[in-house]
């Protein structure tokens, strides 16, 4: 059995050279997973754009069926936030074409920070670190200042998570 050659030997002719060791970084799973939220959370605001652009000259109609619909199906389950999303979306109807434009942006740095977290890009570790670590002492402080919510715990403990689960990832490739 002949021994494998070493890339600085000369080959024979006609020999291609053996590929090298895959050096690229590849992304972990957990950090795929947190790119792939990043994408459900960009097409989400695509879908808000969607219904915004469809229904801006009918929002305030469509949002108070929504609500029943949602208050008769769900009752008070997240009612806040939905009252919330009402209420942002009323002000968005008044000036839907500034409010489509933040969609869109949002919705790309979404998508940007997804496309740098599955292809190991050291940028959208730090962008995401940062991104959703500013976060944590708002909904803390949403957590004290405000009447006690469920979702709102949700949000935090998923935000912590993922800044946890990235910056662990950070301290693996050494860029910390």
Known sequence: MPEPKLPLEPMATGERPSPMPDTEHTASESVKAVAIYEIIKGSAALMAAGALWLWHMDLTNWLGRFAETWQRHFGTLLAPQVESISQSAEQASAHWVYFLLLIFAYAALRFIEAYGLWHDKTWAYWFCVIGYGIFIPIELYYLIAHPFDWFKVGVLL???????????????KGLL
């Open 158 to 172: 998923l935000n912590v998570t993922i800044v946890i689960v990235v910056y662990r990832n950070m301290k693996q």
